[in-house]
């Protein structure tokens, strides 16, 4: 049975970007006291605001300093914090098997998957885990116990990338499995139409969930510096292949693939999606805390 | 327009014209492979392809046609016709004029021009014509190629001079020959327009004859073939008619060697054509004069009697005649027949007296004569008794006889104690009369220092001849002179044989005792004049007793010169160092009851002669020459053996200098007469005979004939025409082909870099 320390990330190396926290922006439900607010509001130690004073509350929660000063009965209402449920959906699609010169962008996402799934379980939110190409191949539910990265670590180390990519059908489905609001860590290379994969971001999103798209691209597909004539073999359909001079294909690929990541960029601005693009020839504790802090800034 | 390729070979380059294909799929088949994810964004839009394929096809064929032009240009292409010229754009050409210096060129017509004339007019014409930078060389075809201008030169001007200079136009022409040296002029030619130009007299003779037609057969495969070659075109400019040329012609004048006498007879033959025979207006030999005198009154010579109609045999009339010139030395002799008077010469549409020759050019022949001094010293065994012939008399008298005063050898009789001192000095009264021969006639034997000195005299040139009889010393003679093979002498002696008392038997039945010459056995050059066994030759010279000469081993130096009836030799001779010496068997006197002297043997004194002649090499230089054949004179003892100056028959005298003991010249091309004056101010005569078949036929070709040669030589045309020559000349595309390949060259690199920028 394979051990955590077969993936190979180094989860002290995140604390050379101090002391860093994947914080929700929005609201989560969670189900233990926690780090992140809750959309329920109840009496817990954090002042929310005052309400009118209904029959049946509880009469030791109303104000009375308020009622000296103004002769109305209000109930104090304090916020209730709660943890984290987070999913961490990656992509297996064999287009995330392509490597060039450095380590495959799926290996890449398990570093990333692996490394944040610490990080939450270690400020104890509960991270659950999915994986999937044309359908879901493992859907492991959020735990925020600290055996469960162990679980989280063995399912990312026994996934192969393969497959067709069909992303947004995907999505769709499991936007409407994750019932409870939380948050949604997508990492993948997007290898789909835009407009399907919106409307799946969308889903996500109507249903409440924070939406965090990790677009793991290899430095090769952002440059495609191939010189020689080339046959690029498709790493989704083992029958496809293209024999072409790259040179004269550069210029209109390079177009077709800024448009992609420009589109996609902005239909996730668009639908609040927190879109963060990850070359894979980066250190994955570097990308990973410069993201971070910038996202803990933003807070 | 009509194109061509100089160097069709280089068309094989365009195999590589494929090489960008090669590499197009060599590219195609040698291919990274990647597993690739990101597929969708290799779909290229359908107009980015075709943009793309566009491009690449361009790009290709742009290369492809790059190779190909390039090889193209180097295949050397040309085009033919006057396009390039009326656009302004021609090249310049290379032009070697070859005109006809036969005799048949010195026809005239009415108005007194010769075909020559015509000829120079024609080729002027065609300099007018052509532009400034191009390059002519003129030649003229005779018998040997003469270079008038012998290097291609645009100086026009002095091209024009040059053929204004035309040598007279004499013999007989090699065309072939003429074709082939022209070719060789132009081989180093760098430009494609290059034309030679064969002007002559349209004869058959030279030009289509059975013997010039093989000549052409064996050289057109060394021509080049195809259009590599120069264009080749020829000028007739002689008459059409085949009616008989009217002619008057002398063949070669001839003579024998001089032999002993300064009198010597003369032979030629004149050939008169296309008329019936009327004496000739004057016939006559002059000597010692080269040039003929321009005023009519002025000509001097010997009128020859005019032959009359019964000495004409098929149109020949022989003709002979003596001279006995004033003493010894080079002398010319020139024999000239004049058939029209200088008036109707000068008119010739004069009506009722017709034309009696209308070919100039034959008209005169010259004959160089030399008519060498020989001085000879005779060494006597005997001490001499005045008033009494004895010994080295009786050879004295053969080789000079005191009445003769045209005699050519001056031959002086000294004892044998005087040999060393006669040796410098001179002979006769006249200068450059050291000895040049030694003959002892019967020396018992020398002292040493004689014999050193005769020996030095021998390797330094000079000629001895030993004659053996009673005194000679035979053992002297072995032990000394023959030296092992190592002396002047030829052969050892054996012994002496017969019996000098033997008497000549008178029945007729009784065999001779005697020895006598064997004329058969007379191989050698020196006596060449008596081969054969003729009444009253040598072969009545009879030898009661003579000495036994061993016949000479194989591969030795010396060699049997005459032999005797008893099959012992008679003569030997042998070289020693720059010298001769010959070794006679008998004494040439009285001695032995020889009758060499008598009457019995009347060519005694003309083998005296010849040996003596031989001996002192005066018959190794010729003076009568053919085309070609060098000119060589071997200075007196008196004149400078560096410096002597050659007049030839046209042009500047030229300076030569001397190569050892000779002066050579080897440029005898053009016939006529050469005269080399000596330092000291002697002339000597040389005389390039041309061939008098140049006056025999003035036929001209049929045209089937001239269709024959055109065939042969890949004649481009026979034509008159100066304009169609120059008009069909050749245009060179090589550097127009250059420019295209720059230009493509442009073309490439700006779509490379546009498709570079553009990806």
Same mark, same amino acid.
């Given at each position: 049975?394979?051990?955590?320390?077969?993936?190979?990330?180094?989860?002290?190396?995140?604390?050379?970007?101090?002391?860093?926290?994947?914080?929700?922006?929005?609201?989560?439900?969670?189900?233990?006291?926690?780090?992140? *607010?809750?959309?329920?509001?109840?009496?817990?130690?954090?002042?929310?605001?005052?309400?009118?004073?209904?029959?049946?509350?509880?009469?030791?929660?109303?104000?009375?300093?308020?009622?000296?000063?103004?002769?109305?009965?209000?109930?104090?209402?304090?916020?209730?914090?709660?943890?984290?449920?987070?999913?961490?959906?990656?992509?297996?699609?064999?287009?995330?098997?392509?490597?060039?010169?450095?380590?495959?962008?799926?290996?890449?996402?398990?570093?990333?998957?692996?490394?944040?799934?610490?990080?939450?379980?270690?400020?104890?939110?509960?991270?659950?885990?999915?994986?999937?190409?044309?359908?879901?191949?493992?859907?492991?539910?959020?735990?925020?116990?600290? *055996?469960?990265?162990?679980?989280?670590?063995?399912?990312?180390?026994?996934?192969?990338?393969?497959?067709?990519?069909?992303?947004?059908?995907?999505?769709?489905?499991?936007?409407?499995?994750?019932?409870?609001?939380?948050?949604?860590?997508?990492?993948?290379?997007?290898?789909?139409?835009?407009?399907?994969?919106?409307?799946?971001?969308?889903?996500?999103?109507?249903?409440?969930?924070?939406?965090?798209?990790?677009?793991?691209?290899?430095?090769?597909?952002?440059?495609?510096?191939?010189?020689?004539?080339?046959?690029?073999?498709?790493?989704?359909?083992?029958?496809?292949?293209?024999?072409?001079?790259?040179?004269?294909?550069?210029?209109?690929?390079?177009?077709?693939?800024?448009?992609?990541?420009?589109?996609?960029?902005?239909?996730?601005? *668009?639908?609040?999606?927190?879109?963060?693009?990850?070359?894979?020839?980066?250190?994955?504790?570097?990308?990973?805390?410069?993201?971070?802090?910038?996202?803990?800034?933003?807070? | 327009?009509?194109?061509?390729?100089?160097?069709?070979?280089?068309?094989?380059?365009?195999?590589?014209?494929?090489?960008?294909? @090669?590499?197009?799929?060599?590219?195609?088949?040698?291919?990274?492979?990647?597993?690739?994810?990101?597929?969708?964004?290799?779909?290229?839009?359908?107009?980015?392809?075709?943009?793309?394929?566009?491009?690449?096809?361009?790009?290709?064929?742009?290369?492809?046609?790059? @190779?190909?032009?390039?090889?193209?240009?180097?295949?050397?292409?040309?085009?033919?016709?006057?396009?390039?010229?009326?656009?302004?754009?021609?090249?310049?050409?290379?032009?070697? /004029?070859?005109?006809?210096?036969? +005799?048949?060129?010195?026809?005239?017509?009415?108005?007194?021009?010769?075909?020559?004339?015509?000829?120079?007019?024609?080729?002027?014409?065609?300099?007018?014509?052509?532009?400034?930078?191009?390059?002519?060389?003129?030649?003229?075809?005779?018998?040997?190629?003469?270079?008038?201008?012998?290097?291609?030169?645009?100086?026009?001007?002095?091209?024009?001079?040059?053929?204004?200079?035309?040598?007279?136009?004499?013999?007989?022409?090699?065309?072939?020959?003429?074709?082939?040296?022209?070719?060789?002029?132009?081989?180093? &030619?760098?430009?494609?327009?290059?034309?030679?130009?064969?002007?002559?007299?349209?004869?058959?003779?030279?030009?289509?004859?059975?013997?010039?037609?093989?000549?052409?057969?064996?050289?057109?495969?060394?021509?080049?073939?195809?259009?590599? $070659?120069?264009?080749?075109?020829?000028?007739?400019?002689?008459?059409?008619?085949?009616?008989?040329?009217?002619?008057?012609?002398?063949?070669?004048?001839? !003579?024998?060697?001089?032999?002993?006498?300064?009198?010597?007879?003369?032979?030629?033959?004149?050939?008169?054509?296309?008329?019936?025979?009327?004496?000739?207006?004057?016939?006559?030999?002059?000597?010692?004069?080269?040039?003929?005198?321009?005023?009519?009154?002025?000509?001097?010579?010997?009128?020859?009697?005019?032959?009359?109609?019964?000495?004409?045999?098929? $149109?020949?009339?022989?003709? +002979?005649?003596?001279?006995?010139?004033? =003493?010894?030395?080079?002398?010319?002799?020139?024999?000239?027949?004049?058939?029209? &008077?200088?008036?109707?010469?000068?008119?010739?549409?004069?009506?009722?007296?017709? @034309?009696?020759?209308?070919?100039?050019?034959?008209?005169?022949?010259?004959?160089?004569?030399?008519?060498?001094?020989?001085?000879?010293?005779?060494?006597?065994?005997?001490?001499?008794?005045?008033?009494?012939?004895?010994?080295?008399?009786?050879?004295?008298?053969?080789?000079?006889?005191?009445?003769?005063?045209?005699?050519?050898?001056?031959?002086?009789?000294?004892?044998?104690?005087?040999?060393?001192?006669?040796?410098?000095?001179?002979?006769?009264?006249?200068?450059?009369?050291?000895?040049?021969?030694?003959?002892?006639?019967?020396?018992?034997?020398?002292?040493?220092?004689?014999?050193?000195? /005769?020996?030095?005299?021998?390797?330094?040139?000079?000629?001895?001849?030993?004659?053996?009889?009673?005194?000679?010393?035979?053992?002297?003679?072995?032990?000394?002179?023959?030296?092992? $093979?190592? $002396?002047?002498?030829?052969?050892?002696?054996?012994?002496?044989?017969?019996?000098?008392?033997?008497?000549?038997?008178?029945?007729?039945?009784?065999?001779?005792?005697?020895?006598?010459?064997?004329?058969?056995?007379? %191989?050698?050059?020196?006596?060449?004049?008596?081969? #054969?066994?003729?009444?009253? =030759?040598?072969?009545?010279?009879?030898?009661?007793?003579?000495?036994?000469?061993?016949?000479?081993?194989? =591969?030795?130096?010396?060699?049997?010169?005459?032999?005797?009836?008893?099959?012992?030799?008679?003569?030997?001779?042998?070289?020693?160092?720059?010298?001769?010496?010959?070794?006679?068997?008998?004494?040439?006197?009285? &001695?032995?009851?020889?009758?060499?002297?008598?009457?019995?043997?009347?060519?005694?004194?003309?083998?005296?002669?010849?040996?003596?002649?031989?001996?002192?090499?005066?018959?190794?230089?010729?003076?009568?020459?053919?085309? #070609?054949?060098?000119?060589?004179?071997?200075?007196?003892?008196?004149?400078?053996?560096?410096?002597?100056?050659?007049?030839?028959?046209?042009?500047?005298?030229?300076?030569?200098?001397?190569?050892?003991?000779?002066?050579?010249?080897?440029?005898?091309?053009?016939?006529?007469?050469?005269?080399? %004056?000596?330092?000291?101010?002697?002339?000597?005569?040389?005389?390039?005979?041309?061939?008098?078949? =140049?006056?025999?036929?003035?036929?001209?070709?049929?045209?089937?004939?001239?269709?024959?040669?055109?065939?042969?030589?890949?004649?481009?045309?026979?034509?008159?025409?100066? !304009?169609?020559?120059?008009?069909?000349?050749?245009?060179?595309?090589?550097?127009?082909?250059?420019?295209?390949?720059?230009?493509? /060259?442009?073309?490439?690199?700006?779509?490379?870099?546009? @498709?570079?920028?553009?990806?």
């Amino acid at each position: 049975m394979p051990t955590a320390s077969t993936i190979r990330f180094d989860p002290t190396s995140l604390a050379r970007y101090g002391r860093l926290a994947l914080v929700a922006r929005g609201l989560v439900e969670g189900f233990l006291t926690g780090a992140h *607010k809750s959309p329920y509001k109840g009496y817990s130690v954090e002042f929310a605001e005052h309400r009118q004073y209904y029959p049946g509350d509880e009469i030791r929660h109303i104000d009375w300093r308020a009622y000296g000063k103004t002769d109305r009965y209000y109930i104090k209402e304090y916020e209730e914090e709660t943890n984290l449920r987070a999913h961490l959906l990656v992509d297996a699609s064999g287009s995330m098997a392509y490597a060039g010169k450095q380590q495959s962008k799926f290996e890449y996402a398990q570093l990333v998957a692996a490394s944040l799934a610490y990080l939450m379980l270690h400020q104890r939110d509960a991270v659950g885990l999915g994986t999937h190409d044309t359908q879901i191949r493992r859907l492991i539910p959020p735990k925020a116990t600290s *055996k469960h990265l162990l679980q989280v670590l063995t399912a990312l180390e026994q996934t192969q990338p393969g497959g067709e990519t069909d992303l947004a059908p995907i999505w769709h489905q499991l936007a409407s499995q994750f019932s409870r609001r939380g948050m949604v860590i997508i990492l993948s290379d997007c290898f789909d139409k835009v407009k399907p994969l919106l409307k799946a971001l969308q889903h996500f999103r109507y249903q409440r969930h924070e939406v965090l798209l990790f677009h793991i691209l290899a430095p090769e597909e952002i440059e495609f510096p191939f010189t020689k004539w080339t046959q690029f073999r498709n790493l989704e359909n083992a029958g496809h292949k293209l024999l072409v001079d790259p040179s004269w294909l550069r210029k209109e690929y390079r177009k077709n693939f800024q448009e992609f990541c420009t589109e996609l960029r902005e239909s996730a601005g *668009k639908a609040q999606v927190d879109y963060h693009l990850m070359r894979t020839d980066q250190s994955v504790d570097r990308a990973l805390g410069i993201y971070l802090s910038r996202r803990h800034a933003r807070r | 327009m009509a194109f061509g390729l100089t160097n069709a070979i280089m068309l094989i380059g365009l195999i590589a014209v494929a090489i960008p294909i @090669i590499i197009h799929l060599l590219n195609r088949r040698r291919f990274d492979v990647v597993d690739w994810g990101a597929m969708q964004f290799l779909q290229v839009s359908e107009v980015t392809r075709r943009k793309v394929f566009i491009e690449e096809l361009l790009l290709m064929l742009l290369r492809m046609g790059l @190779i190909a032009i390039l090889v193209l240009g180097m295949a050397l292409p040309f085009a033919v016709g006057s396009l390039f010229d009326r656009l302004g754009l021609g090249d310049n050409r290379d032009v070697v /004029l070859v005109l006809d210096g036969s +005799t048949g060129m010195s026809l005239t017509d009415d108005d007194n021009k010769s075909i020559q004339d015509k000829a120079v007019e024609w080729c002027k014409d065609l300099l007018d014509k052509m532009s400034p930078g191009d390059n002519v060389a003129v030649l003229q075809a005779r018998e040997q190629v003469v270079f008038v201008v012998p290097q291609l030169s645009s100086d026009h001007k002095r091209i024009r001079k040059e053929l204004d200079k035309l040598a007279a136009p004499r013999g007989v022409c090699d065309w072939p020959q003429a074709v082939e040296t022209a070719e060789a002029l132009l081989k180093n &030619s760098g430009r494609s327009r290059r034309e030679i130009i064969l002007v002559g007299d349209g004869r058959k003779a030279g030009w289509s004859d059975e013997r010039t037609l093989r000549r052409w057969e064996l050289l057109a495969p060394q021509l080049p073939q195809g259009d590599a $070659g120069p264009r080749l075109w020829a000028v007739p400019l002689g008459r059409t008619s085949s009616e008989p040329v009217p002619n008057w012609s002398l063949t070669s004048l001839r !003579s024998g060697r001089a032999r002993a006498s300064t009198t010597l007879d003369f032979r030629s033959t004149v050939k008169v054509a296309g008329q019936k025979y009327e004496p000739p207006y004057s016939m006559r030999f002059r000597v010692d004069q080269i040039e003929e005198p321009t005023d009519t009154s002025q000509i001097k010579g010997s009128s020859l009697p005019l032959p009359s109609r019964d000495d004409l045999r098929d $149109g020949r009339l022989p003709l +002979t005649f003596s001279h006995t010139f004033e =003493g010894p030395g080079a002398h010319l002799v020139t024999l000239i027949v004049e058939p029209d &008077s200088p008036e109707r010469k000068k008119d010739k549409t004069q009506i009722g007296v017709p @034309i009696k020759d209308r070919v100039a050019g034959d008209n005169r022949q010259d004959f160089a004569v030399m008519l060498p001094l020989l001085p000879v010293l005779l060494v006597d065994g005997l001490a001499p008794e005045p008033g009494k012939y004895r010994g080295a008399d009786f050879l004295q008298v053969a080789l000079a006889p005191a009445r003769d005063k045209s005699r050519l050898v001056r031959a002086r009789v000294v004892p044998l104690e005087e040999l060393t001192a006669a040796l410098s000095r001179d002979i006769g009264p006249e200068a450059n009369t050291k000895p040049r021969v030694v003959v002892l006639c019967d020396v018992p034997r020398l002292a040493d220092d004689q014999r050193e000195t /005769l020996t030095q005299f021998v390797n330094a040139g000079g000629g001895l001849l030993v004659t053996h009889g009673p005194r000679s010393d035979l053992t002297w003679y072995n032990k000394e002179l023959y030296r092992g $093979g190592l $002396g002047l002498l030829p052969t050892i002696l054996d012994e002496p044989n017969g019996n000098e008392d033997d008497p000549y038997p008178t029945d007729g039945v009784t065999p001779d005792p005697a020895a006598h010459p064997l004329p058969a056995s007379f %191989t050698h050059a020196a006596l060449d004049l008596f081969r #054969g066994n003729l009444s009253g =030759g040598l072969g009545n010279a009879r030898f009661p007793r003579w000495w036994k000469l061993a016949r000479p081993e194989i =591969g030795s130096p010396s060699l049997v010169v005459a032999e005797l009836t008893t099959k012992y030799p008679w003569m030997l001779e042998k070289q020693v160092g720059k010298g001769r010496v010959i070794q006679c068997a008998v004494a040439m006197d009285d &001695s032995w009851n020889t009758n060499l002297h008598r009457l019995e043997v009347p060519e005694f004194p003309l083998l005296a002669f010849e040996l003596v002649a031989y001996l002192a090499g005066a018959r190794g230089i010729e003076f009568n020459l053919t085309p #070609g054949q060098p000119l060589i004179y071997q200075p007196l003892d008196d004149e400078s053996k560096e410096r002597a100056t050659l007049r030839p028959p046209q042009g500047e005298p030229v300076e030569l200098e001397g190569k050892g003991d000779l002066f050579v010249h080897k440029d005898t091309r053009l016939p006529g007469v050469y005269s080399l %004056t000596t330092s000291r101010n002697r002339t000597i005569y040389y005389v390039v005979h041309p061939d008098p078949r =140049g006056s025999d036929d003035f036929t001209p070709a049929t045209e089937a004939e001239r269709e024959q040669v055109k065939e042969l030589v890949k004649l481009d045309g026979y034509t008159q025409d100066v !304009s169609q020559v120059l008009a069909a000349s050749r245009q060179d595309l090589w550097w127009w082909l250059m420019l295209g390949v720059i230009g493509l /060259l442009c073309g490439e690199v700006w779509l490379t870099g546009r @498709i570079v920028k553009g990806r």
